[in-house]
């Protein structure tokens, strides 16, 4: 019995003082998958899993045999599609060496409980090392938001609403240059200029208790370019866009108010073809399917007591008329403005923009063929026929300069 009860008073020692020791000695960093650092750690883990040769360069040392993919999928708008795939740490423990330190990493997957909205389950990491090395944890996550950083860098990002979250749809994109899109004279520089100048008066606004935002209204005829300057805009001013679909199943209107009031910071919210959601208050898919969302509790989400500030909102429509007064008055939609159908000076710059570079044809040709275009074009506008730019440009894709401007006058169509 002596025996017995010595072994267990030095069993609970032994635990009572590796604890001890434990809370002494060691430190533990835990990130939930609810923080932005989360991603950020899962990328650097999965950028920073090389060969062995590479890792005793730089220092850094990680295997596991507990892995998870994550699949990206980007659907382009002609239909095709590719995914990426990622190999990050399983759940489980794992061990990695960072900066001549060891650290144990605890991915642990909550699969009983559920995140209410977006239905995804509960997740940690918990990163553990001597107490010593504590100073570490702020370099690692520094060097993983720097690396998600300069992956977006140049780039624009597009996210989408899964549930009330702004995730990311497919893999950021190529920034395109404002100048590339060609509108009327005066067209761009006119919305660019508002942005800027409500970027710079964030304390003008709350001097005079006006809340914060700013809606803008691009109409006009389809193909006239309106999303692709939005998406220009957002490239020249670094912002991001976040796509809201007011058909997507399961919106609702408290929904809709949050994923407005939680916006990403530096970013555009842009809703296209308004007109075909809300002509008649209802809002329906085309398989029959009615959104949740109603018109007064849209409208509540752009200018109601429960909106968000710091936001800027893009819409664009085809049909201005079909919109109700109530959507696009001052407060709702700060700038109307039309992006029009080609006009003859607009034909003459894309098409000096596409041809002028070419060594297969002088400069004199391009110069000729370019006024001979123009005339072209306002003559068919007498007439009252009309032409897109994205005809003109999938035109111009298509065809060599003499080519394109032999086979112009049938793109034209009457408006």
């Not at 710091?310 to 992006?339: K, Q, S, W, Y």
């Amino acid at each position: 019995m002596g025996v017995g009860v010595g072994l267990t008073a030095l069993r609970q020692g032994v635990i009572l003082g590796s604890t001890a020791l434990r809370r002494r000695l060691l430190v533990t960093l835990e990130v939930n998958n609810k923080d932005r650092a989360y991603e950020w750690f899962l990328a650097w883990l999965a950028h920073n899993s090389t060969t062995v040769s590479q890792q005793r360069v730089t220092g850094r040392w990680f295997r596991s045999h507990q892995l998870s993919v994550e699949t990206a999928v980007e659907q382009r708008n002609n239909g095709s599609s590719s995914a990426v795939f990622r190999l990050v740490a399983g759940p489980g423990t794992h061990w990695f060496r960072y900066r001549g330190a060891w650290m144990q990493m605890k991915r642990e997957r909550e699969t009983r409980a559920m995140q209410l909205m977006s239905g995804t389950p509960w997740e940690t990491v918990s990163l553990t090392t001597l107490s010593r090395d504590r100073d570490l944890f702020p370099r690692l996550l520094a060097e993983a938001r720097d690396l998600a950083m300069k992956n977006q860098e140049g780039k624009l990002v597009i996210r989408t609403a899964w549930g009330i979250e702004w995730k990311p749809f497919g893999q950021p994109r190529q920034k395109r240059p404002l100048h590339s899109v060609v509108l009327h004279a005066g067209v761009g520089e006119k919305i660019e200029q508002d942005v800027r100048a409500f970027l710079q008066r964030r304390q003008w606004y709350a001097d005079r208790g006006i809340p914060y935002r700013r809606g803008y209204l691009l109409y006009g005829p389809p193909g006239s370019g309106k999303t692709s300057y939005i998406q220009a805009l957002a490239g020249a001013l670094s912002y991001d866009i976040c796509l809201l679909n007011l058909s997507e199943r399961g919106l609702t209107d408290d929904k809709l108010i949050h994923l407005f009031s939680n916006a990403p910071e530096r970013s555009f919210i842009l809703i296209e073809d308004v007109d075909a959601a809300f002509n008649r208050r209802v809002q329906t898919s085309e398989d029959g399917y009615q959104s949740a969302v109603t018109f007064s509790g849209f409208l509540n989400a752009l200018d109601g007591v429960a909106s968000g500030e710091e936001r800027i909102v893009f819409m664009t429509t085809n049909h201005i008329d079909n919109l109700d007064p109530a959507l696009i008055r001052p407060g709702r939609v700060d700038l109307r403005v039309l992006v029009d159908d080609a006009s003859p000076s607009q034909v003459r710059t894309l098409f000096t923009r596409f041809y002028g570079g070419s060594e297969d044809i002088p400069p004199e040709d391009v110069a000729r063929l370019a006024q001979e275009l123009e005339v072209l074009t306002a003559n068919e506008m007498r007439s009252g026929r009309r032409i897109s730019m994205a005809a003109l440009q999938g035109l111009f894709i298509r065809n060599g300069a003499k080519e394109a401007v032999e086979s112009c006058q049938d793109l034209f169509v009457k408006r």
